[in-house]
């Protein structure tokens, strides 16, 4: 059993920075991971992807915002989310992908991120 427990959100005003961390109780090396987002009343979606070689993938409306990145040393998974807009309210969770089926095998709990004035 895999423990993701992200951490980071909070409330920010529209054009501010947030940074999200995701600390994983085993190892994550061997594993692709990922950050999604549900906004009130919409299906959960990717926001970004980060491969075991780093390569990086992320839904058009935030790229050149957002900044996936990864530290196997110390099993966490960060999301830099810079000139956020309203539209980025939503709770975030982390996700790991199973190296043996490639598909999600466990989720955090999720931290919620609010832009707002």
């Known amino acids: 059993q895999v423990q993701l427990v992200e951490s980071g959100g909070g409330l920010v005003q529209p054009g501010g920075s947030l940074r999200l961390s995701c600390v994983a109780s085993?190892?994550?090396?061997?594993?692709?991971m990922g950050w999604y987002r549900q906004a009130p009343g919409k299906q959960r979606e990717l926001v970004a992807d980060?491969?075991?070689?780093?390569?990086?993938n992320y839904v058009n409306s935030v790229k050149g915002r957002f900044t996936i990145s990864r530290d196997n040393a110390k099993n966490t998974v960060y999301l830099q989310m810079n000139s956020l807009k309203p539209e980025d309210t939503a709770v975030y969770y982390c996700?790991?992908?199973?190296?043996?089926?490639?598909?999600?095998?466990?989720w955090g709990q999720g931290t919620q991120v609010t832009v707002s004035s």
């Open positions: 996700n790991r992908v199973s190296a043996a089926t490639m598909s999600s095998d466990y």
């Open positions: 085993g190892s994550i090396r061997l594993n692709v």
């Open positions: 980060i491969s075991i070689g780093g390569r990086t």
